[in-house]
């Protein structure tokens, strides 16, 4: 490891891997069929010293990556608890020979049957406000609508590697990570190796959800055990994975005479799988989505999380918001369905132009929100496909029209909860040095176009025209934690207390003996609610659905977002497009070739935070995806992903039901 | 076997199984991690290359298939004229795609160039083998005209200048 100084401040430049190939171990892991089982017999072959097998037994320290206060196993000891669990690792002087060696390893497994493991969950979240009516004297009109999400496990086939080396003292290790500091803390914990002589080089990557969050620090654990174990420097090629949870949202409303909403329940049900990450988290996100954005005099909203052997959910851009927002727009339509009139005419009709402040989310200006609404409705002449659909539908009664159009609106949050941010304390520092530079000593390093443009505005507030003079330091021993770089929030909160910082370091720079240093935090961003909104969004959505295989297609998506600063347009469209296109394909939609998004993308010009750009537009695709599948495929097309053979039951149900 | 082929410019002898994948042949023997992924034919799109100047999704071609062939990545493609190119084309239609596949795409890009495809039907076909939804059906039409009229007018500079 090189170490200079640079304006009097030591930088840790840490040479990347130098070694060659035919010295290293190339390892291969066993994951789990299923889950809720024993190993009853993991056989091995007789194994020269070219091989090595890191089964949960092998590891020198703690079998556990912690997160956030919750733990999960690093490798399968005896009980499996989810498909997918790493169970061994067998490293061999090259992946062809690790494969067929691991032919040879004989795995029985028993069911567990009734035994699962006990999961701490956390209680269920209550929110609410108002006293709620019974309707005893059956004065409002009741109704009920179900929301379903089915879980979503899968590989993304994306092939990525972990190598762990030893270079004198330290332990380097290079993998894709969207938070160094776990990895370091999840080597230390596995072989005892100081976290001060783990070093980690990020790999550029490119996360549709989360899977570079906890995978890596896995595989980077076991890397380190079989270096530590053969000498020689050790690597693991994997698949990606990730997974949704299953989501449940009952609610049930009581409307006026003027199929106005006046009380409402909202009990969400989540499945986070075999361990839960952040469940309370979870449970803020998804409550401030759950919360309807029209006037209630009274209001009850639950949050339950529970657990099942399924994989372990990843937060998937999300951790919940999106899944609640989708789940009241959903409900949204719904309720204009009752009241005979469009979904976009009936929202105009109920939502106020303020919202309600909360403890969740604030009372905003509801303009912006309607101003988008109005641009997709306008763009997609919703109301006139949306009544030509549903009159369509009643003529066509025995398959159904099979087309449908949706809408969704909503306001975005920014990264983590005040709860959370509280609780945790990740920082950065930034330094004003004595050659006129400024040093940033955080571990969000994300993309370098990122860091170009925080580059940019930092040197605008204090070195104006000099972008090259600020410097994020190299990661080693001394960076500092900012935390995981997830639900896009290194982009979103961070940005925001860079910006605080740099106006800060501006005025003390002056007054105080260079190098002058600052250390800053998520309290910059401290707000009375959990989250603070910001950018808007509208999504309408077309569907159609084959007559003959029944498959649903989107034909084209409208949308409309309002940011309070734009840094890089193309950047910004880029990001959601790929989020309405993972969305949509996420949820079974075929894509066909003449598909188009049709994006309007505004800036409001204030000085606001920056919402997380996609968990906004994933919970309106979603939000809009549903309503327009609800039009196309009828009653029993609630729960998404949906695939050609479920439309078909939906539509047997219906004739049977008729 | 041994096979002999030529990659990125580098002509090679490689040791290895006649069925292993460019795309894992490339990952283990030539450390591109980076700009090759191997979905083991799951069609993910990301993987292309330039076998013989032609567009291939590497996953899909076995070891016995480069035998005495030119294989030519992003890594050693992102330096050549023809990438400039396309670039220029970029920047000229004002979209480009996402850095996931930015690789795989300007190497469709490069062979519809190269052959001076102008077919719109044609361009999306091709390009429909990467999965990834950032850019519009429309841009990538435009980048492909425009690549090929900047390619045009670089070759017509040369063969003046020559």
Same mark, same amino acid.
């Given at each position: ?658 | ?53 032609? %567009?291939?999704?590497? =996953? !899909?071609? &076995?070891?016995? +298939? $480069? ?62 083998? %990467?999965?990834?939804? =950032? !850019?519009? &059906?429309?841009? +990538? $039409? ?21």
């Amino acid at each position: 490891m090189h170490c200079t100084f640079r304006d009097g401040i030591l930088l840790f430049m840490a040479d990347r891997k130098n070694f060659s190939r035919y010295n290293m171990r190339c390892g291969i892991l066993l994951h789990a069929k299923k889950g809720n089982e024993r190993i009853s017999e993991l056989k091995l072959p007789n194994l020269d010293s070219r091989y090595l097998v890191i089964t949960g037994r092998d590891l020198p320290g703690n079998n556990t990556i912690q997160f956030f206060g919750r733990s999960m196993p690093l490798i399968a000891k005896e009980t499996i608890s989810f498909p997918e669990q790493v169970i061994l690792a067998l490293f061999a002087p090259d992946y062809e020979s690790a494969e067929l060696m691991m032919r040879e390893i004989g795995l029985t497994t028993e069911a567990l049957g009734e035994e699962a493991e006990e999961q701490d969950l956390p209680d269920t979240l209550e929110y609410g406000w108002g006293e709620m009516d019974e309707n005893t004297d059956g004065k409002y009109r009741e109704t009920e609508t179900d929301f379903s999400l089915t879980r979503i496990a899968r590989r993304n086939n994306k092939l990525f590697t972990v190598t762990a080396w030893m270079d004198g003292a330290n332990m380097h290790i290079e993998a894709p990570t969207q938070w160094t500091d776990l990895i370091r803390d999840t080597v230390e914990r596995a072989t005892g190796y100081p976290k001060r002589n783990i070093i980690v080089h990020v790999l550029p990557y490119t996360s549709k959800h989360d899977e570079f969050l906890i995978a890596p620090a896995v595989f980077a654990a076991i890397a380190a055990t079989a270096t530590i174990k053969t000498g020689l420097p050790s690597e693991i090629r994997d698949e990606g994975f990730f997974s949704r949870p299953a989501v449940n949202v009952k609610r049930r409303v009581l409307l006026d005479e003027d199929s106005k909403p006046v009380f409402e329940t909202a009990e969400m049900t989540v499945d986070q799988g075999a361990f839960a990450f952040l469940p309370e988290e979870y449970q803020r996100q998804a409550m401030t989505g759950l919360i309807p954005p029209y006037p209630l005099k009274g209001f009850r909203g639950s949050v339950k999380i529970t657990s099942s052997p399924k994989p372990t959910a990843s937060f998937c851009g999300s951790l919940g918001y999106s899944e609640a927002l989708a789940s009241t727009e959903y409900h949204i339509s719904r309720l204009a369905e009752i009241a005979g009139t469009t979904p976009y005419l009936y929202r105009m009709m109920i939502e106020k132009e303020k919202r309600k402040f909360t403890d969740y989310i604030p009372g905003f200006d509801m303009d912006e929100q309607k101003k988008c609404l109005e641009s997709v409705v306008r763009a997609s002449s919703f109301d006139r496909k949306w009544s030509a659909n549903t009159f369509q539908k009643e003529e066509f009664g025995l398959l159904g029209y099979l087309k449908g159009i949706g809408i969704a609106s909503g306001a975005g949050i920014s990264g983590f909860s005040t709860t959370l941010s509280k609780e945790t304390g990740f920082y950065a520092m930034m330094t004003f040095t004595q050659k006129q530079n400024i040093t940033i000593n955080t571990s969000a390093m994300t993309h370098q176009k990122t860091m170009k443009l925080w580059k940019k505005r930092i040197s605008d507030k204090i070195i104006p025209g000099r972008p090259e003079g600020v410097l994020f330091l190299d990661q080693g021993p001394d960076t500092l934690d900012t935390g995981p770089d997830v639900l896009s929030r290194l982009v979103s909160s961070f940005t925001l207390q860079l910006d605080n910082a740099a106006k800060r370091l501006n005025v003390i720079k002056d007054t105080e003996k260079l190098p002058v240093s600052l250390k800053f935090d998520a309290e910059n961003t401290y707000y009375p609610c959990e989250f603070e909104n910001s950018g808007y969004g509208a999504i309408a959505c077309e569907v159609r659905i084959d007559k003959l295989s029944m498959i649903p297609s989107v034909y084209n998506i409208w949308g409309a977002f309002t940011f309070p600063t734009i840094m890089d347009r193309s950047s910004l469209e880029n990001s959601l497009r790929r989020t309405i296109m993972m969305t949509l394909r996420e949820n079974g939609m075929n894509i066909p070739l003449s598909f188009r998004i049709h994006l309007d993308i505004s800036e409001d010009g204030t000085d606001d935070t920056i919402s997380s750009v996609q968990q906004l537009a994933r919970g309106l695709t979603l939000g809009a995806l549903s309503n327009a599948m609800k039009q196309a495929a009828g009653r029993h097309a609630s729960s998404l992903p949906i695939t050609a053979e479920e439309i078909n039951q939906a539509f047997r149900e219906e004739k049977h039901e008729d | 076997m041994k096979i002999d082929c030529t990659i990125d410019g580098k002509t090679l002898t490689l040791s290895l199984n006649s069925d292993k994948p460019l795309s894992l042949i490339l990952r283990d023997n030539t450390g591109d991690n980076d700009t090759v992924n191997h979905c083991n034919g799951a069609m993910c799109g990301l993987c292309t290359v330039l076998v013989d100047g032609k %567009v291939m999704l590497s =996953c !899909m071609v &076995p070891a016995f +298939e $480069i035998r005495g062939k030119n294989v030519t990545t992003f890594e050693s493609f992102r330096k050549s004229k023809n990438m400039k190119d396309i670039e220029k084309a970029y920047e000229s239609v004002g979209s480009y795609p996402c850095p996931e596949c930015y690789a795989s795409r300007s190497l469709i890009f490069e062979s519809l160039i190269d052959e001076g495809i102008t077919n719109p039907e044609e361009i999306l076909k091709e390009l429909s083998i %990467v999965k990834c939804p =950032c !850019m519009d &059906p429309e841009d +990538e $039409i435009m980048i492909v005209r425009r690549g090929i009229e900047i390619r045009r007018k670089r070759n017509v500079r040369r063969s003046q200048f020559a």
